[in-house]
């Protein structure tokens, strides 16, 4: 049960896009339609942004997309702004159990 | 409103045992499964444990299998997790996630109870 693996952070300019990576093997990420992504701003619980690979729930701005290639995952966010920074992680489900990815900090710059 | 609240988070030594709890509202408790999901000081998510609807099915993170224990009472809308042979490793803060219906997705976030395990 290891950690997917994400770079540590990632920056971006206000209106720019960002994209942040998520790896992990065809046990987990590659074997599933199954992977979300959480938002998490310091000192607050996470916000759940994507399921199902890229399906968003209510109330969640269309800038932010997931997608999945292989046994990579990955969340697009357009238009950057302010509020985005953050710390982001993604979630995949893995047969038995579930497994984090390490995080990813994005600044806005 | 979805509200979960974690509640039993202490100071505990090493080899010590503790009980977490969590009080949900705003939804009908025993139409979704619930996790666990800890957090270490300055670190990342990491899942910790599972419960179907009916708590007929668990699920566990290799770091506390055979250490840790869910359980819920849907008659109380609660959600417990039972601690025990506890390890430094494990102090994090501790929430208690209502799953959204689709699979590896909590979607609702209690705002968690801080677990210390020092001598």
């Known amino acids: 049960q290891s950690a997917l693996t994400q770079p540590r952070s990632v920056s971006g300019s206000p209106g720019q896009s960002v994209t942040i990576s998520c790896t992990g093997t065809s046990s987990d990420v590659g074997g599933y339609n199954y992977v979300s992504w959480y938002q998490q701003h310091p000192g607050k619980a996470p916000k759940l942004m994507i399921y199902?690979?890229?399906k968003r729930p209510s109330g969640v701005p269309d800038r932010f997309s997931g997608s999945k290639s292989g046994n990579t995952a990955s969340l697009t966010i357009s238009g950057l702004q302010a509020e985005d920074e953050a710390d982001y992680y993604c979630?995949?489900?893995?047969?038995?159990?579930?497994?984090f990815g390490g995080g990813t900090k994005l600044t806005v710059l | 409103e979805v509200q979960l609240v974690e509640s039993g988070g202490v100071v505990v030594q090493p080899g010590g045992s503790l009980r977490l709890s969590c009080a949900a509202s705003?939804?009908?408790?025993?139409?979704?499964?619930m996790h666990w999901v800890r957090q270490a000081p300055g670190k990342g998510l990491e899942w910790v444990s599972l419960i179907s609807w009916d708590g007929g099915s668990t699920y566990y993170a290799d770091s506390v299998k055979g250490r840790f224990t869910i359980s819920r009472d849907n008659s109380k809308n609660s959600l417990y997790l039972q601690m025990n042979s506890l390890r430094a490793e494990d102090t994090a803060l501790y929430y208690c996630?209502?799953?959204?219906?689709?699979?590896?997705?909590?979607?609702?976030w209690g705002q968690g109870t801080l677990v210390t395990v020092s001598s």
């Open positions: 996630a209502k799953d959204s219906g689709a699979v590896a997705a909590p979607d609702y």
């Open positions: 705003g939804f009908t408790f025993d139409d979704y499964a």
């Open positions: 979630c995949s489900y893995a047969g038995s159990h579930v497994v």
């Open positions: 199902d690979v890229s």
